[in-house]
């Protein structure tokens, strides 16, 4: 096969191309890069560094000179929000919203982060309102999420109900939430009296979350309000089925119902039989006041020093001081009390309920953390082991 060099003096030509167009390529990124004010990247210098006033000095001269820039105006509202400008953040966002020239996607992005807005004003009415808007797009799970957000704090509970199991089929089933929607709905009927709609959402909350242990105590609790406490008894015993962990939060209402009707001994034995197969000295601490309650301070003792044995805490020694003082000969009580105030000052820091999810600790149990606001964060239990 004969080869044709006249193929060798088209290789220049080829390269020649490939230069001139580098050589374009190169001119037009020369040429985008000067359109780029200088200022934008002294507001992103400050950004990286921190130091946000000055970014934004430097973002707010750019966004002033190119209006059109969306970008920048989303960097610059978000901004705004997180200096608290939240005014400033609301005109930003609402101008992208009434913009004609900018796609539906960008729209979306701005009412969101308006409603974002509105949120932290705390103008609730509002942010509901950027929120339903966004319900119809592609946002809606997010959208839904922030108005399920709005409803529990404005403890619009039968809206909050609807918005989560719109969201049920998200990963987050919101089961447990739902349930305690219903346990807010009870609680308030209760404070009505309105026996019906407490039961109803009580047995509501149990079919959507049988695990529901707010739903069972305080069906319990609607049962001794209808002077029912056979019945009540019968409720909270269902505690130990459902999670073991919050028999404490029963055992006091057990132990007075039983008081009540002048059969404590049974109530105390029902405890201990609850307190061998769950052993904790929150559990504990109703038996020993009971027993106390019945003078039996020997049996007292014996139980908070096997208890001690089990889990070593300082709440528990706190507990076996204070039982033991009302035994010892008179000139050693003295000494004792001493010993006993001192642990019972770091024993009481401790006595405290923690939030699982951020850590929030109280004196009192909550349903919903007041820090996080997360639903059943709270661990039933208090005490800290020393070990
Ligand atoms: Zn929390």
């Known amino acids: 096969m004969e080869f044709n060099f006249l193929w060798l003096l088209s290789l220049p030509v080829f390269f020649g191309l490939g230069w001139l167009a580098a050589r374009i390529d190169l001119r037009q990124l020369l040429r985008e890069s000067r359109r780029v004010p200088q200022a934008y990247f002294k507001g992103l210098n400050f950004l990286l560094s921190e130091q946000h006033d000055k970014a934004l000095e430097s973002l707010v001269s750019v966004a002033h000179n190119h209006p059109d820039t969306v970008e920048l105006q989303f960097a610059l509202g978000s901004l705004f929000r997180r200096k608290g400008e939240i005014d400033k953040a609301i005109t930003l966002h609402q101008s992208i919203v009434a913009r004609q020239d900018v796609t539906e996607e960008i729209r979306s992005d701005a009412l969101e982060a308006l409603g974002h807005d509105f949120l932290k004003a705390g103008l609730f009415d509002r942010a509901e309102d950027a929120f339903t808007r ?38 987050h089933a919101w089961q447990a939430e739902v349930a305690q929607f219903h346990c807010e709905l009870a609680h308030r009927a209760m404070s009505e009296l309105d026996w019906p709609t407490a039961t109803l959402n009580l047995e509501a909350a149990l079919n959507v979350h049988r695990k529901c242990v707010r739903a069972t105590i305080m069906l ?43 059969r404590l001994d049974e ?40 208890e001690l044995r089990r889990q070593p805490t300082l709440a528990g020694l706190d507990q076996l001081l204070q039982v033991q003082l009302q035994v010892v000969p008179v000139e050693r009580r003295a000494d004792l009390e001493q010993v006993r105030q001192l642990v019972h000052q770091h024993a009481d820091r401790l006595n405290m309920y923690s939030c699982k999810h951020c850590g929030f600790k109280a004196r009192q149990y909550f349903w919903h953390c007041p820090g996080c606001a997360t639903w059943e964060s709270y661990s039933p239990q208090r005490y800290r082991a020393l070990a």
């Open 267 to 306: 109530g105390l034995a029902l405890l201990k039989g609850l307190y061998l197969s769950h052993p904790s000295l929150d559990l504990l601490e109703h038996i020993i006041h009971g027993e106390l309650q019945q003078g039996r301070l020997n049996d007292a003792y014996v139980l908070l020093k096997d």
């Open 134 to 171: 966004l319900l119809s797009t592609n946002r809606s799970t997010a959208a839904k999420e922030a108005l399920l957000g709005i409803y529990q704090q404005e403890r619009e509970w039968p809206k909050a109900i609807d918005m989560a199991r719109q969201l049920s089929d998200t990963p």
């Open 220 to 262: 319990g609790d609607l049962a001794l309000a209808q002077k029912l406490p056979e019945e009540a008894i019968k409720i909270w015993r269902r505690v130990e089925s459902q999670d073991a962990e919050f028999l404490p939060m029963v055992a006091e209402r057990l132990l007075r119902t039983y008081e009540q009707q002048s």
